[in-house]
């Protein structure tokens, strides 16, 4: 947890079908003009691994991922493909490690106040169909649970973004050497946190 709340900071991928749909400048822009400040950023191609790991840091990650679609399904008045949330997700794991190896990611970290939830919002929800209009992958994507079910790939949604502070943390850990942050002061902070913003009349 952050000591201060303007040093909380949040981890985000760019997914392979954010950089080939040409989309990095878009994705950078969005979380920049927040006010969010970037202290780490690197491209790679990550192992099949390493994308176990990350999906799994969370030990409930299984089972939210599988309830939030079967949840998704049947708000829809759909069938899911199983009752159980784990067989789901095993499925979900094993397209996402052919998906997020398939190219390369951009990953970065973001500091700011309420960094985790005000990344969440601008990215919107997990499944495009569905993610609010103004958020990235409501404007920028259109795949759906069904269809990546019946073609048996993960969703494309164009970014993952950290669902909590702690799991923040742990992923930042993940991918980052703590000397890949760079810790400086972006002169714009003054305008967002300073309390008597003194200094700005001559
Ligand atoms: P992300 O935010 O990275 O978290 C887990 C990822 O798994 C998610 O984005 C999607 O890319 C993918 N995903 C989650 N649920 C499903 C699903 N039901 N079908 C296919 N892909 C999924």
Do not use: C
């Amino acid at each position: 947890m952050a000591n201060h709340l303007k040093e909380e900071r949040t981890l985000v991928i760019i997914k392979p079908d954010g950089i080939q749909r040409s989309l990095i400048g878009e994705i950078l822009r969005r979380y920049e003009r927040l006010g969010l400040k970037l202290v780490a950023i690197k491209m790679m191609v990550p192992n099949k691994d390493h994308i176990e790991k990350h999906y799994t840091l969370d030990p409930n990650w299984r089972t939210i991922t599988g309830e939030k679609t079967i949840a998704s399904y049947k708000k829809k008045g759909m069938k899911p493909p199983s009752e159980d949330p784990l067989e789901i997700t095993a499925v979900i794991l094993e397209n996402l490690k052919t998906y997020m190896t398939s190219g390369p990611v951009i990953v970065m970290v973001w500091k700011g106040v309420h960094a985790v939830k005000i990344v969440r919002k601008i990215t919107g929800g997990t499944e495009p169909l569905t993610s609010d209009v103004g958020t990235i992958r409501g404007d920028f994507v259109l795949d759906s649970y069904q269809i990546s079910d019946i073609d048996k790939r993960s969703v494309r949604n164009l970014i993952h973004a950290s669902g909590t502070e702690d799991e923040a943390e742990k992923e930042i850990k993940h991918w980052f050497e703590e000397n890949e942050l760079i810790n400086y002061r972006h002169i714009q902070e003054a305008i967002l946190y300073d309390v008597n913003l003194d200094g700005i009349l001559e």
